[in-house]
Nanobody
């Protein structure tokens, strides 16, 4: 059974930093694309960042330069370093993995999802 488990969310003041982690189990994703999505209250889930197995990345425009996605294929882990956080970054953040090598921004392209970790940025 495949599981993705996020951790690292919390409450932080604007300008602060958080590092999210995603632990995958049940299979390895060393050849597939993985990503982070977020969903704010009353809004649709949106793509935040994605990474290919070889290190290619893609970011939502509003987080580029502030967020950094990384992965450790040997440990089956995905990370999201979030710096210079803003109140508009407040959301539940989800880890996702797909059975393919290409990064997509559409949620329906991803096959596995974590349960989410909440990030709250206060002003």
């Amino acid at each position: 059974q495949v599981q993705l488990v996020e951790s690292g969310g919390g409450l932080v003041q604007a300008g602060g930093s958080l590092r999210l982690s995603c632990a995958a189990s049940g299979r390895t994703f060393s050849s597939e694309a993985m990503g982070w999505f977020r969903q704010a209250p009353g809004k649709e889930r949106e793509f935040v960042a994605g990474m290919t197995w070889s290190g290619g990345t893609r970011y939502l425009d509003s987080v580029r330069g502030r967020f950094t996605i990384s992965r450790d294929n040997a440990k089956n882990m995905l990370y999201l370093q979030m710096n210079s956080l803003k109140p508009e970054d407040t959301a539940v953040y989800y880890c996702a993995a797909r059975l393919g090598a290409v990064i997509y921004t559409a949620t329906e392209r991803y096959d596995y999802w974590g349960q989410g970790t909440r990030v709250t940025v206060s002003s």
